[in-house]
């Protein structure tokens, strides 16, 4: 917009300078002919219409060119009847028009020599083509700047195109070499799971088996929703699943307790609904493995602005050096979980923070619920 504002007194600074100066040089002329005074003058004051029909104003600098003081106004009309980028025959007729014009009278009233003669029909051509070819030059010249312009924004456009299709295609192959990989590992776990709970005659390892039969399957379908997959959605891993999850802790083992203060009344994006279920999870996971039969409370509260997800846990049952998801150096050193995670709330534009508390353990993260 900048750039518009200070283009536009500039053309009209221009387009004021292209009418005075032909009516300066005709009122300077040592001439003492009325009507050459007089057609100059109409020629020049017919430039104003040379935007609107750039023929029509060379048509009144021709009775100028006649009188000899009208050549000023016909370089401007024939400059802008080049750049309207009129047809090459059209504008050669126009300039020869122009150019018989300014001859006729000299032929006319004057007796010239065949070289004389020759030299004035030279010098009054050049004179009438040059502005009309160099405006058609002009023109060219911001035709062919636009058409690279555009030819530039294809390229690129197209370069970008490839660029993201050679991604997604090697996503594609990352992503069938991920599950044909894990995949088979994790269903040979469901499987020898099955047939465990099929074989043995301990209810506390049926048990055992069945849950690990569960979660090989939804850690395949988890992966293969991830990894894009299956098409239909999944509500397995969004915030809606937390009870469950939490539930599925408590049947673990884990003392778990969850406080849901917001599930009803907060409208949750598919992305912040993911990372919420994420960041339960694996807090669960952590203290499952860092602080076995310590008391954990899921806490989740919000508003329409921001959402809150605390999990915090005491001290282990089993030793009171244990901490829920590990000491500090132990969040730094293997956290690739809580570091992952910590990405993937900070792409939400939302926190993550993990500390110590009160003879245990807290992480919390806050999420902003005006970003998907």
Request: charged fraction near 20%.
């Amino acid at each position: 917009m900048s750039g518009l504002t200070e283009s536009r007194p500039r053309r009209l600074l221009l387009d004021v300078l292209a009418v005075l100066l032909p009516v300066v040089a005709v009122l300077l002329a040592q001439n003492g002919s009325t009507w050459a005074l007089v057609t100059g003058l109409i020629a020049s004051a017919g430039l104003v219409l040379r935007h609107w029909s750039p023929r029509l104003a060379l048509v009144l600098c021709l009775p100028g060119l006649a009188g000899g003081l009208g050549w000023a106004a016909a370089f401007v009309a024939l400059f802008r009847l080049g750049r309207a980028r009129s047809q090459t025959w059209w504008l050669v007729g126009w300039v020869s028009l122009a150019a018989a014009s300014a001859l006729l009278p000299v032929l006319i009233w004057q007796s010239l020599p065949p070289a004389d003669l020759a030299l004035t029909v030279t010098v009054v051509l050049i004179a009438a083509g040059s502005p009309a070819v160099i405006g058609t030059l002009i023109s060219t010249r911001a035709q062919l700047t636009t058409s690279m312009r555009r030819l530039q924004d294809a390229t690129d456009a197209e370069l970008s195109a490839k660029a993201d299709t050679a991604r997604a295609e090697e996503r594609a192959r990352i992503a069938r070499e991920i599950h044909d990989a894990v995949g088979h590992h994790v269903t040979l776990i469901a499987v020898e799971a099955a047939a465990l709970a099929a074989t043995t005659a301990e209810p506390d390892v049926r048990d055992s088996a069945i849950r690990v039969r569960g979660l090989a399957k939804e850690a395949l379908g988890e992966m293969r929703s991830t990894l894009g997959l299956v098409a239909e959605e999944r509500d397995s891993t969004s915030a809606r699943a937390i009870p469950e999850l939490v539930a599925r802790a408590q049947r673990s083992g884990v003392r778990a307790t969850l406080s849901d203060e917001c599930s009803q009344a907060v409208q949750l994006s598919s992305g912040v609904s993911r990372a919420v279920y994420r960041v339960v999870q694996e807090a669960l996971t952590n203290v499952s493995k860092h602080a076995p039969g310590a008391e954990v409370l899921v806490a989740l509260t919000g508003d329409d602005e921001l959402l809150r997800v605390v999990v915090r846990n005491g001290a282990s049952m089993l030793s009171a050096r244990a901490v829920s998801v590990g000491t500090a150096p132990d969040v730094g050193r293997g956290g690739s979980g809580l570091a992952g995670l910590s990405e993937r709330v900070r792409m939400l534009g939302g926190t993550l923070d993990a500390a110590p508390s009160d003879e245990g353990f807290e992480l919390r993260a806050e999420l902003p619920l005006n970003r998907s």
